[in-house]
């Protein structure tokens, strides 16, 4: 790995576990001052990069993470694009996911790392994963190439041993420290004695474009997860919700869902009026194949769009943004036919 002294790094702390300390008369865990972060992990000088910090007031649990706040973090970005070589977001691991996809659409023809990282347990813990991802994401955004240029430019987790495009990681144990996995796009670097940049799997940008930030969002999606035994009622009460304009529907296996006319027809019904109806796989691995089954082939029959291989996380969050954009009905439905940066592997079977 090629890195050079005296990068320049903005750490953007949000808050999460990774900033927590124990109340020492309740025992409960509380976010603490970010200076008293780095001074919990004296290794970081020894880096010998010159660093910098932006922190939430109050820092939050990740729980309470919304778009306002991803819109901040956008911003901040936006504001220090020019001064900074690189940018570590210091982040609850419950929404991480969600954030690393909203932030990778925000951020259009991004050429400087945006790593995201946290942990598991307080990084003042004596038995703490914080302390090495911390490090190590200070490392992957300082990395150059041979050319001098950033070895990652786009939207990345960093989390335990590996390095994973933001909008293709999800969260999957609550309780290990490898918490995090890519399970349709490879690692985009390997942790262990050395960092191991996988070249081919990194994304790039068009190159000569300016940075252009886009953080408008629209909340009006849901998730509607199918389930065997799920009724009629409720589908109805769902596809009915006020304001609605987008849906994540979580199907079975390779995208299939029930064939009746008690389910198709209200589907076919919402898509008529104008609700986007996203079909993603309920499966960590893998993706939706509309023609592999008759049940697959129903959904694409009643307007239902593919999501292919994308994550739910970035699903949710890619029709936000879409909308968000302000985009009608049918141009929502040709954006999600595409991927914008590396979000998803549109198949055209």
Known sequence: MTTQKHHRLLVIYTGGTIGMIENPATHALQPFDFSHLIDNVPKVRKLGYDIDNIQFDPPIDSANMNPQHWSDIALAIERHYADYDGFVVLHGTDTMAFTASALSFMLKNLRKPVIITGSQLPIGEVRTDGEENLITALQVA?????????????????????????????????????????????????????????????YRAQPGQPLIVRRQMDTSVMYLELYPGITCSTLDHQLHTPGIRGIVLKTFGAGNAPTEPWFINPIREAVERGIVVLNVTQCAAGGVNSTLYETGNALTAAGVVSGYDITREAAITKLMFLFGQGLDVQAVKEQLQVSLCGEVTVSRR
């Open 142 to 202: 300082a990395a150059r190439n041979a050319e001098g240029a950033p070895r990652v430019q786009e939207v990345a987790i960093l989390f335990n041993d590996s390095l994973l495009r933001g909008n293709r990681s999800t969260k999957m144990s609550a309780n290990n420290f490898d918490a995090f996995k890519s399970y349709n796009y490879p690692e985009l670097a390997r942790i262990g004695l050395d960092i191991s940049f996988r070249e081919e799997y990194l």
